[in-house]
């Protein structure tokens, strides 16, 4: 058990939040009931995952993607008033973490995904540090990479063919980064992977020379907030639930 106020700086002081210029407010985005044991954590606030966390008794939510988007309508309004209507009327309390969960150095979203890939991390790039660099266990064809990210992701990727030699060197950064592939070409690797993909993203490959995984933009956002749940749970006696609401995009 932890109180709601003392949970809320844990996580602002391990996630570093004040470290970023972010699109969502990160922290506490909904208030809900003062005392935390039952954690649920998922990719998204949708309705899907707070009604399933509700009926798993949560007394607090935490995702990657929340509320309160820069440049969306701040009314609480529409679907925005079902979701946030059904967090206060069940006193359950939300927290969002985004840039912050993608970049941490050991519970992020990008180091995590490295892990279940097994990855040897490398580092960063300079120019862009949300994009991770490292080398495969061992080369691998296009094609052989890409069924292993459906076998370990469980989420056919997209792959677009763009060098023509056995990839080692790989970049990569979560859900919605396939525009870094030009910072990623720069950095020497064979191929980047990411969630998604734009039509444009199919040239910009081919003519670098480098191969492109668009992975799932759910399907590479699913271990940041594990792992944070399995620390809190760790560190504070929570009781700590993963609930996956599939996704295919
Ligand atoms: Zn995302």
Redesign the pocket.
């Known amino acids: 058990m932890i109180d709601r106020d003392a949970l809320t700086f844990e996580l602002n002081d391990l996630l570093q939040v004040q470290q970023f210029q972010d699109y969502c407010p990160n922290g506490l985005q909904v208030a809900g009931r003062p005392k935390i044991k039952r954690l649920v954590t998922g990719?998204?606030a949708s309705l899907a995952l707070i009604e399933a966390a509700i009926q798993a008794n949560a007394d607090a939510i935490l995702v990657?993607?929340g509320y309160f988007w820069k440049n969306e309508d701040p009314c609480i309004v529409g679907i925005k008033h079902q979701r946030i209507a059904k967090l206060i009327q069940s006193d359950v309390n939300l927290y969002a973490y985004?840039l912050p969960l993608?970049a941490h150095p050991k519970y992020g979203?990008n180091v995590q995904l490295a892990k279940k890939l097994g990855i040897d991390l490398d580092k960063p790039l300079a120019a862009e540090p949300l994009v991770w660099t490292g080398t495969l266990s061992e080369p691998l064809s296009g094609k052989v990479l890409a069924n292993y990210l459906l076998q370990v992701l469980a989420h056919e990727p997209i792959h677009i063919e763009g060098c023509k030699r056995l990839i080692r060197k790989v970049a990569w950064c979560?859900?919605?980064a396939q525009n870094y592939i030009t910072a990623a070409a720069n950095a020497g690797v064979d191929a980047y992977i990411s969630?998604e993909i734009s039509e444009s993203t199919t040239h910009i490959a081919r003519e670098l020379g480098i191969d492109y995984f668009a992975a799932g933009?759910?399907a590479?956002?699913r271990y940041g907030v594990q792992a944070v749940g399995e620390y809190l749970a760790k560190h504070f006696g929570l009781e700590h639930q993963f609930i996956n609401i599939p996704n295919p995009a």
């Open positions: 990719v998204t990657h993607h985004h993608d979203n979560s859900g919605g969630g933009h759910h590479t956002e």
